[in-house]
């Protein structure tokens, strides 16, 4: 499983980007799909998660504002991030846990200016 992922930038607080992350093989199959981040200085932490089935998981410090979907037809997942905080500077990764694997894509940049 190959993962590409998009749609990092620069964004000022409180404002909007939304991530994607396209898979090469048919994510309809895919147990679990979402993304971490990691901040300079800091440990990967999980942000949000999506199962095959649509359940979804946020971490709580994300919660409200952020939004997590998949398109099957797309082989893709997009994490929407609205009221962007500077504290959501970070590299985004998505993943796929799949058979007991995870697979990784190369993170994306996202930084917020106060």
């Known amino acids: 499983v190959q993962l590409q992922a998009s749609g990092g930038g620069l964004v000022q607080a409180g404002g909007s980007l939304r991530l994607s992350c396209a898979a090469s093989?048919?994510?309809?199959?895919?147990?679990?799909m979402g993304w971490y981040r990691q901040a300079p200085g800091k440990q990967r932490e999980l942000v949000a998660a999506?199962?095959?089935?649509?359940?979804?998981d946020f971490a709580d410090s994300v919660k409200g504002r952020f939004t997590i979907s998949r398109d099957n037809a797309k082989n893709t997942v997009y994490l929407q991030m609205n009221s962007l905080k500077p504290e959501d500077t970070a590299v985004y990764y998505c993943?796929?846990?799949?058979?007991?694997?995870?697979?990784w894509g190369q993170g994306t940049l996202v930084t917020v200016s106060s």
């Open positions: 999506i199962g095959s089935g649509g359940s979804t």
């Open positions: 993943y796929a846990y799949q058979r007991s694997l995870k697979y």
């Open positions: 093989v048919n994510i309809f199959s895919i147990n679990i």
